[in-house]
């Protein structure tokens, strides 16, 4: 399922600790397969935008690889990331809901914005590709962060629920999505107990969005 990372390790997830691309990657795929099983692939795409001192990139699409193609009958996920400051964030593209994709980010700073820009042209240039209506990009009801490293958790969660919804064949248009810091606790636990499972090692080396 990670085949890019196994033998590499990945982070230990941790309170207090920022993960690198790899722990939310691997956060977000562990979600779709308990959510779908090993059917997964069929059901949801996942998308990666970083940025660097060289600007805005598009990292990697799973499964697919880079020349995925957008989908409109599967749950997209696109993963937003910066640098500088470092920070994690989310877009939600729903089948059920085709005129809006939705910004999950508790805490919005201004490099993010480039990447949030960057990802959205992106989705539009697959839409026009594809002959597929535009949506609007608006931004999701999401719990805000007072912290400065719990985003990259708070998106793998954002995540989880909408594949939860959407597997249990809810719309998505106007989405709330709560949790509570025990409920950040516990994700972090069970991400650190599935990654073994899966055949990665845990780090104890924080790594920063790259």
């Known amino acids: 399922m990670l085949k890019p990372y196994k033998g590499t390790g990945i982070s230990t997830y941790c309170e207090g600790q920022r993960g690198h691309l790899g722990n939310i990657v691997f956060g977000l795929l562990v979600s779709a397969q308990q959510t779908y099983g090993d059917a997964w692939p069929d059901r949801l795409q996942l998308h990666v935008f970083s940025s660097d001192a060289h600007g805005v990139k598009a990292s990697e699409s799973y499964p697919q690889g880079r020349n995925a193609t957008w989908a409109s009958d599967k749950l997209q996920l696109i993963v937003l990331g910066t640098n500088d400051p470092e920070h994690w964030s989310i877009i939600i593209a729903s089948p059920s809901n085709q005129h809006h994709a939705f910004l999950c980010d508790g805490l919005v700073c201004a490099d993010h914005l480039k990447v949030i820009k960057a990802a959205k042209d992106t989705m539009n240039m697959f839409f026009d590709r594809h002959k597929v209506k535009r949506r609007v990009l608006a931004d999701a009801s999401v719990p805000t962060q007072t ?12 995540g989880w629920t909408a594949m939860q919804l959407d597997n249990q064949g809810h719309n998505f248009d106007a989405p709330c999505i709560t949790f509570t810091d025990e409920a950040i606790s516990r994700m972090i636990k069970q991400l650190n107990e599935a990654a073994p499972l899966h055949g990665l090692t845990l780090t104890n080396n924080s790594v920063l969005p790259s």
Do not use: P, T
């Open 147 to 158: 912290d400065s490293w719990s985003c990259m958790i708070r998106a793998i969660m954002c």
